[in-house]
Nanobody, 124 residues
């Protein structure tokens, strides 16, 4: 089964940027919608961004619109999340996931495979 591994997290000052990567192995994600979610301590996992199988459609939660960009390279079996103008409230563990469908998906129940997460910490 497909395995997803996130990377690129770290500590950054407010206003800074990070790019997260999600590399798939043991299978292809080329026909799956993909998403990024995040979970802060003591809070539920929340949707961040999603992209359709061919990159033709994307959707973001309101709090990251204009700051985050989701993209994908199916030849590399990888999905990215470019995060700019980071804020302390963006601090969380970030997870990528592969959806059951090929389009965009915002609900956790629409996803079947999850990575282990990468920590993003934004200092003020």
């Amino acid at each position: 089964q497909v395995q997803l591994v996130e990377s690129g997290g770290g500590l950054v000052q407010a206003g800074g940027s990070l790019t997260l990567s999600c590399a798939a192995s043991r299978g292809t994600i080329g026909s799956n919608g993909m998403g990024w979610f995040r979970q802060a301590p003591g809070k539920e996992r929340e949707f961040v961004a999603t992209i359709s199988w061919n990159g033709g459609s994307t959707y973001y939660t309101d709090s990251v619109k204009g700051r985050f960009t989701i993209s994908r390279d199916n030849a590399k079996n990888t999905v990215y999340l470019q995060m700019n103008s980071l804020k302390p409230e963006d601090t969380a563990a970030y997870y990528c996931a592969a959806a059951h469908l090929s389009g965009v998906a915002v609900a956790t129940r629409q996803y079947g495979r999850w990575g282990q997460g990468t920590q993003v910490t934004v200092s003020s």
